[in-house]
């Protein structure tokens, strides 16, 4: 007799090849799912490294940041203390001349003329007074044209009055004070 089978192989077959696809497609999808967890782990444990990296480094900066702003400051108050020794050093060596000037301004005085009034504005005198006569104003500016210590005397104003019979005049003249080293250029180009 013949074997004849008549079970459904076919069936099976195909049921045996559909559970093995499934199980092929839920393990790639497991493993796909592995491998993205994995990456995104791996990216975030990156991330959060340079996340770290980048907090130190700005730590960093901010001290060096502070530490610009101290130097800065300092450079500032070096500037200040710099400034105030050359104002102490100008005080020191104009310091003589202001005894210069006062001296040689007295020394100019002709007698029959006072002054009033004068003011320094850097090396520039702007002085007033009166005087008995234009001439005595003039003996004053010639005086001190011939100081080694004042340079260009110049009139400004000059008012002629007559009181009681008698002439004064009151005058404005500006002169410029020399310091110690342009009177030191001054006399070597007069030996010349």
Do not use: C
């Not at 007799?1 to 049921?15: S, T, Y």
């Not at 991330?47 to 610009?68: H, P, T, W, Y």
């Not at 340079?151 to 019979?165: A, F, R, Y």
Request: zero cysteines; glycine letters at 4%; hydrophobic letters at 40%.
């Amino acid at each position: 007799m013949a074997r004849i089978n008549l079970l459904p192989w076919r069936e099976a077959l195909r049921n045996e090849r559909k559970r093995q696809f499934t199980s092929i497609v839920v393990s790639a999808a497991f493993l796909m799912l592995a491998i993205i967890g994995y990456v995104y782990v791996h990216i975030g444990g990156k991330i959060s490294d340079q996340n770290l990296r980048n907090d130190f480094l700005n730590a960093e900066i901010a001290k060096v940041d502070g530490r610009i702003k101290e130097i800065k400051e300092l450079e500032t108050k070096k500037k200040q203390l710099l400034n105030r020794m050359d104002v102490i050093q100008n005080l020191q060596t104009r310091r003589p001349m202001v005894v210069h000037m006062l001296d040689k301004l007295v020394l100019a005085l002709p007698d029959g003329l006072f002054l009033t009034r004068f003011e320094q504005l850097g090396v520039e005198l702007s002085i007033e007074g009166q005087a008995q006569s234009n001439a005595r104003v003039s003996a004053f500016m010639r005086n001190l044209d011939e100081s080694e210590w004042f340079d260009s005397p110049t009139l400004e104003v000059i008012e002629v009055k007559e009181k009681n019979g008698s002439r004064s005049s009151k005058f404005t003249l500006k002169v410029k004070q020399l310091t110690p080293e342009e009177i030191e250029t001054k006399k070597a180009e007069e030996s010349k």
